[in-house]
């Protein structure tokens, strides 16, 4: 499952994918960090096959984090994660970037 790395919530696969981010996460990266970004490059080391401990090592002295993103697919894919685990779901509800009424017709 996903775990908190520093400002982000990272799943570990490959290639490592952002969940969530806290807003001071931008201040680390020139590309714009968001659900569904993953981590791309390290100080310009290529990290897409990486394992765990090997991001894991080259974020203790980073200064440099490049992310890329799928667009709107992954972010739709990361809100789906995090939503499954509120206890209660809103209606309407934003699912990533996607409002979504689960009642019939829509309010």
Known sequence: GPEWVGPLLVWWSKPATVVEALRNVNDLSDSP?????????????????AERHQILELLQDHKH?????YGLPSQIRAGAYLAQFKETAEDPEWIGPLRISWSSPCP
Do not use: W
Not at 35 to 49: Q, R, T, Y
Not at 65 to 69: P, T
């Open 33 to 49: 960090v968001a659900p569904g970004s993953f981590l791309a490059e390290i100080d310009g080391k290529s990290v897409l096959e």
């Open 65 to 69: 984090l490049d992310v890329e993103s």
